[in-house]
């Protein structure tokens, strides 16, 4: 199950207990880099397993008519089962309902298959250091009639 948040309510600390696992304290990123000034302006999707435990998260906010998908994670013990897809393709719905006409993100390297498996393409020439981490930047052109 997938629910979203504003910033100011009780579900976007589910959002954070999952990003400060994945991001921090797996990947080692500074906590003041992960939470940042743009928590407000976004939209927090949380994604719940069976018990109503988060186990996923992400943030879409609208950037210059776009909407830029940030913050994907999903923990690493409920990874490789789908639950990333179910996120994006709920982002993807929620900008479609918005008319948002397009989506972009900047990928870590090591997931840049998986959103062209989702089909984004990468834009960026060359990789760059986001947070100490390799990324591409990628974009999905968004078809309002599906």
Not at 53 to 66: F, H, I, Y
Not at 88 to 117: G, H, N, R, V
């Amino acid at each position: 199950m997938i629910k979203k948040y504003t910033s100011d309510e009780q579900g976007y600390r589910d959002a954070l207990e999952v990003r400060r696992d994945v991001f921090v304290q797996e990947q080692q990123i500074d906590e003041s880099e992960e939470i940042d000034e743009y928590e407000d302006s976004a939209t927090h999707f949380v994604l719940y397993d069976e018990n109503s435990k988060p186990v996923g998260a992400s943030r879409l906010r609208e950037v210059n008519g776009e909407g830029k998908v940030e913050r994907v994670c999903i923990l690493s013990s409920h990874r490789k089962k789908g639950l990333g897809e179910e996120l994006m393709i709920a982002m993807e719905q929620t900008a479609k309902d918005l008319s948002i006409p397009s989506l972009i993100l900047y990928a870590q390297i090591q997931a840049e298959d998986f959103y062209k498996k989702l089909g984004y393409q990468t834009t960026s020439s060359e990789p760059f250091l986001d947070a100490n981490i390799p990324h591409v930047a990628m974009k999905k052109v968004l078809n309002s009639s599906e």
